[in-house]
């Protein structure tokens, strides 16, 4: 700008220059010819240097200043002519624009709009063949246009321009459509990019994503109006598809190893196995044809207890999640080609859907008989006793303590085998194991009301009761199980009497496990002082089962004072 401002100013130093140069010479030309003393000529020329350069300073400042009024009328000019301002154009030099100022803003409005038109031709020309969709909506109405791409790839469109975008978007789609325009109005956000599906037809659903800006400069009165695109993504949609579909596919087959896979076409009701000589191997059913319209594979060879369960979990695809990379398992037992029920693995994956519709699934089933046997006997053995079956009265205490948080009242009930060290020196140890096997499925084939059965050490059984009732009382539970012991036990050969001695805490709802076991143990210890090891006998913790236990204790502690003392006069 400055550069430009010195070349304008050019011919001003020029005559100045030239003014400066013409009084020098005729002055010194006169001083000479003259006859004059050239020691004027000394104080003479910088005076007129002086005088030449104040002129040039003059006059650049005079210029610089009508060129900036100027340039500041032309301003207002433009401006009040943009914004039809009738007062602000009055203003300018009094009401009256010069004609120089006129004619600049004629011609950069002519530059304006011959560039506006341009661009307005290449838009239009571009929106022809594009395949978006331009949508603007405000409180006054929708509007929307588009070109010739949506009829020449999907035929005559029922898209209206006068009508609501929202109209032909998905009802599932619609309300994350809803919810982003309105926090858009309502400036929480400035944009939104969401993927929808949007109806051209009545038969015809293309998948499309719309973006959205808001656009201020309307009414205060106005909410924000929300401008966008519509982006056609259909058949990248379906690329993207077609590739995860293929990419699950491949993983299942590569990892398949020894598994039966197969493939489900939803729509058509059809079952395809992609590998049957594996699933000929595992079941005998090599091309998987059992396949009914209530989606039932291999039905029959599906062990009763599962049947319901797998098919509520596996074909009704209604219900199937439809997410990346979610996988549905289940394990059950399924009769294998040899006849046996065996434990398998079952996952199941979404490869393909329209919208929330399931179309494709594949399916996997693994034989996990050999983990699922190692996985049963670690926790068999860490909950069970290795000998009976029974509960470890750890885990049975775990259970017991769980039930309780329910506010059930419960229970425990001792059984203690009387004179059980005779029958292992009598018999035998193998056959007192044997007599306790033959206790264990006795109480658990008897037991009465929802209990559980524990051993809790050689010769001591429990009962944990995790329901007490009216009904089903320790009492109750302990007259009904003595009897089934009344008749000769057969172990093997040999017929043998077996009694016991039992015991049970006092029914509560708060008791836990140890302290119910400990009003137990000592419920048991007076029933069995108090009664014959030959016959059944039970007693139930009470208030007076301290007192007893006090005066038991004290009986055997003068007793083995007593002792005592008559081995020490015998010695």
């Given at each position: 700008?400055?550069k430009?401002?010195?070349?304008?100013?050019?011919p001003i130093?020029?005559?100045?220059?030239a003014?400066?140069?013409?009084v020098?010479?005729?002055?010194?030309?006169?001083?000479i010819?003259g006859?004059l003393?050239?020691?004027?000529?000394i104080?003479?020329?910088?005076l007129m240097?002086v005088?030449?350069?104040?002129w040039?300073?003059i006059?650049t400042?005079?210029?610089?200043?009508?060129?900036?009024?100027f340039?500041?009328?032309?301003?207002q000019?433009?401006?009040a002519f943009v914004?039809?301002d009738t007062?602000?154009?009055?203003?300018?030099n009094?009401g009256?624009?010069l004609p120089?100022q006129?004619?600049?803003?004629?011609?950069?409005?002519?530059?304006?709009f011959?560039?506006?038109?341009?661009?307005n031709?290449a838009?239009?020309?571009?929106m022809e063949?594009?395949?978006?969709?331009?949508?603007r909506?405000?409180?006054r109405g929708?509007?929307f246009r588009?070109?010739?791409?949506?009829n020449r790839?999907?035929?005559?469109?029922t898209?209206?321009?006068?009508s609501?975008?929202r109209n032909?978007i998905q009802?599932?789609?619609?309300?994350?459509f809803?919810?982003a325009l309105?926090n858009?109005?309502?400036?929480?956000?400035?944009n939104?990019?969401?993927?929808?599906?949007l109806?051209?037809?009545?038969?015809?659903?293309v998948?499309?994503r719309i973006?959205g800006?808001?656009a201020?400069g309307?009414?205060s009165?106005?909410?924000?109006?929300?401008?966008?695109?519509?982006h056609d993504?259909?058949?990248e949609?379906?690329?993207?598809?077609k590739?995860?579909?293929?990419?699950?596919?491949?993983?299942f087959?590569?990892?398949s190893?020894?598994?039966?896979?197969y493939?489900?076409?939803?729509?058509?009701?059809?079952?395809?196995?992609l590998n049957?000589?594996?699933?000929d191997?595992?079941?005998?059913?090599g091309n998987?044809s059992?396949?009914?319209?209530?989606?039932?594979?291999?039905?029959?060879n599906?062990?009763?207890?599962?049947?319901e369960?797998f098919?509520?979990?596996?074909?009704d695809y209604?219900h199937?999640?439809i997410?990346?990379?979610?996988?549905m398992t289940y394990e059950?037992?399924?009769?294998?080609?040899?006849?046996d029920?065996?434990?398998?693995?079952?996952t199941?994956?979404?490869?393909s859907?329209?919208?929330?519709?399931?179309e494709?699934?594949?399916g996997?089933?693994?034989n996990?008989?050999?983990?699922k046997?190692i996985a049963l006997?670690?926790?068999f053995?860490?909950?069970?006793?290795?000998?009976t079956g029974a509960l470890?009265?750890?885990?049975l205490?775990?259970?017991y303590?769980?039930?309780?948080k329910?506010g059930?009242k419960?229970?425990?009930?001792?059984?203690?085998?009387?004179?059980f060290?005779?029958i292992?020196?009598?018999?035998g140890y193998e056959?007192?194991d044997?007599?306790?096997?033959k206790?264990t499925e006795l109480?658990w084939?008897?037991?009465?009301g929802k209990c559980?059965?524990?051993?809790?050490?050689?010769?001591?059984?429990i009962i944990?009761?995790?329901?007490?009732t009216?009904?089903d009382?320790?009492?109750?539970?302990?007259?009904?199980?003595?009897p089934?012991?009344?008749?000769?036990?057969k172990i093997?050969?040999t017929?043998?009497n077996?009694t016991?001695?039992a015991?049970?805490s006092?029914p509560?709802h708060?008791?836990?496990f140890?302290e119910?076991?400990?009003?137990?143990?000592?419920?048991?210890?007076v029933?069995?002082s108090e009664n014959?090891?030959?016959n059944?006998?039970?007693?139930m913790?009470?208030?007076?089962?301290?007192?007893?236990?006090?005066?038991?204790?004290?009986?055997e502690?003068?007793k083995?004072?007593?002792e005592?003392?008559?081995?020490?006069?015998?010695?």
């Open positions: 700008m400055k430009a401002l010195i070349l304008k100013l050019a130093y020029v005559l100045t220059a003014l400066f140069s013409a020098c010479v005729a002055v010194s030309a006169a001083l010819f006859g003393k050239t020691d004027v000529l104080w003479f020329v910088p240097m005088i030449c350069v104040a040039a300073i006059c400042v005079i210029v610089r200043k009508i060129r900036k009024q340039s500041d009328s032309f301003e000019v433009l401006s914004k039809e007062d602000a154009l009055m203003s300018v009094g009256d624009p120089e006129l004619s600049r803003w004629v011609e950069e409005q002519s530059r304006l011959d560039e506006a038109r341009r661009n031709v838009i239009a020309a571009e063949v594009s395949s978006e969709i331009f949508w909506i405000t409180d929708c509007s588009y070109g010739e791409y949506w790839n999907y035929g005559y469109v898209l209206n321009s006068s609501d975008i032909h009802p599932s789609d619609l309300p994350e809803e919810r309105k858009t109005r309502e400036r929480v956000i400035n939104f990019n969401i993927v929808v599906g109806t051209v037809s009545p038969h015809k659903t998948t499309v973006r800006n808001g201020d309307f009414d009165d106005e909410q924000r109006a929300v401008v966008g695109t519509i993504i259909d058949a949609s379906e690329l993207e598809h590739l995860e579909s293929e990419q699950i596919k491949n993983r087959l590569i990892q190893a020894k598994d039966v896979i493939e489900v076409d939803v729509p058509e009701n059809k079952l395809v196995s049957p000589e594996m699933a191997d595992l079941f005998g059913l998987m059992d396949f009914d319209g209530e989606r039932r594979p291999y039905w029959e599906i062990h009763p207890d599962y049947r369960g098919v509520d979990r596996f074909f209604s199937m999640m997410m990346p990379e979610h996988i059950y037992r399924i009769r294998n080609k040899a006849g029920y065996i434990w398998v693995e079952h199941a994956q979404v490869v859907h329209s919208g929330n519709k399931v494709k699934v594949i996997r089933i693994s996990i008989n050999e983990l046997g006997d670690l926790h053995k860490s909950v069970c006793d290795g000998l470890l009265k750890s885990a205490g775990g259970q303590d769980d039930e309780l329910k059930r419960q229970a425990i009930v001792l059984l203690n085998i009387n004179r060290r005779f292992n020196n009598q018999y056959f007192g044997m007599v306790l096997r206790v109480l084939a008897n037991q009465k559980i059965i524990g051993r809790a050490d050689d010769d001591t059984f944990g009761m995790l329901a007490v009216e009904k009382h320790p009492d109750s539970q302990i007259v009904k199980l003595l089934v012991f009344s008749e000769p036990i093997n050969s017929y043998i077996i016991f001695s015991a049970s006092a509560s708060e008791t836990s140890g119910a076991f400990a009003q137990a143990e000592k419920a048991l210890k029933c069995k014959q090891v030959y059944n006998s039970h007693l913790y009470g208030a007076d089962t301290e007192d007893k236990l006090k005066e038991l204790d004290r009986t502690t003068e083995n004072n007593g005592e003392r008559n081995t020490a006069l015998k010695s």
